[in-house]
């Protein structure tokens, strides 16, 4: 999403394993503005993935999608890589790798 908005600034949090990375000298403010760092274990698996892990360890996990999803710029980002996977099924590690490799130099003005 931050990558079709080009929304460098969100794509450099979103993309850092440990939200806590981008907390400045010894403040305890992370990026998401709460002070509790988050951690993505599950940064590189796919959706289908997790879903599956859950639905054969029997455990409870949330899958109703918000009613106004499909209408949404996330709905049509959705159909859009779901397209692009069909013709590479890597492209969701691609983008994320891109993601990652993106360097803001924050000492510019943009």
Do not use: W
């Amino acid at each position: 999403m931050n990558i079709l908005r080009g929304d460098l600034a969100r794509l450099k949090r979103c993309t850092s394993i440990i939200t806590d990375r981008l907390k400045r000298c010894t403040s305890i403010i992370t990026d998401s503005g709460d002070g509790i760092p988050r951690v993505k274990p599950l940064k590189y698996t796919y959706e289908k993935e997790i879903v599956m892990y859950a639905y054969f360890r029997k455990l409870v996990y949330f899958s109703t999608e918000c009613v106004f999803a499909p209408n949404a710029y996330r709905g049509h980002a959705r159909i859009l890589l779901k397209d692009l996977e069909k013709i590479d099924p890597s492209v969701i590690m691609n983008i994320i790798q891109s993601g990652e490799s993106l360097v803001i130099n924050e000492d510019r003005k943009l």
